[in-house]
């Protein structure tokens, strides 16, 4: 038993996006009244143990992150509530994934549940980089990394990528020290597009 809680569980619903960058899941120890102490020490471990360098955090408030730095495992708090964000609060969250994907950090990316606004906005990402070439074929490949239907919200986020600074003309780190109300300045950057998809069928 000693062997199996060093090493941890599996978040809930953890599924790759972009191999060995880019993962998913569910908030460590699940949310509302499923929401376990031990669980989430568990799940947390899991990510230490598999070498996640940064856990980035998409839920408003900041709960769990004490537990992260507890645990040794870095995070990245980027609030993003979905739509009602609007293109900057879009860009800013997916300008987030792309900084440690730049930087050669492995990442999970969580919400409270695995829903709309985390598949809408891994779709949004994987077409603001350039890694598929129009909104149908983000929702398509979003699809089938998650195993469903992609709905309103998160096609609502794909199609409002259209409004967002490109990739390519935003600065590395444009938004780390601008409030949220603000556009960060852009500068040239290089994107990273040679990373693998997972799922993607030829």
């Not at 964000?85 to 492995?106: C, E, N, Q, S, Y």
Request: contains cysteine; charged residues 25%; hydrophobic residues 40%.
């Amino acid at each position: 038993m000693r062997g199996k809680w060093a090493q941890g569980i599996e978040p809930r619903h953890f599924r790759w996006i972009v191999k060995d960058r880019v993962a998913v899941c569910e908030r460590p120890g699940g949310y509302g009244d499923s929401h376990r102490k031990v669980r989430r020490q568990e799940e947390i471990i899991w990510l230490r143990q598999h070498e996640f360098d940064f856990v980035v955090s998409l839920i408003g408030s900041t709960h769990n992150l004490h537990n992260y730095e507890e645990l040794g495992v870095p995070f990245h708090h980027v609030p993003f509530s979905g739509p009602a964000d609007g293109p900057l609060g879009l860009t800013r969250a997916m300008a987030a994934i792309r900084d440690h994907v730049d930087a050669g950090h492995k990442i999970v990316v969580h919400r409270e549940e695995l829903g709309e606004r985390i598949s809408g906005l891994m779709a949004a990402y994987l077409l603001w980089m350039g890694l598929v070439p129009d909104g149908p074929r983000a929702i398509t490949v979003t699809e089938q990394l998650f195993e469903r239907e992609l709905g309103p919200t998160a096609r609502e986020l794909v199609s409002m990528v259209a409004k967002c600074t490109p990739s390519a003309e935003l600065e590395v780190d444009a938004f780390a020290a601008v409030p949220a109300e603000e556009e960060g300045p852009t500068a040239d950057a290089t994107a990273d597009d040679s990373a693998e998809v997972d799922g993607i069928a030829d």
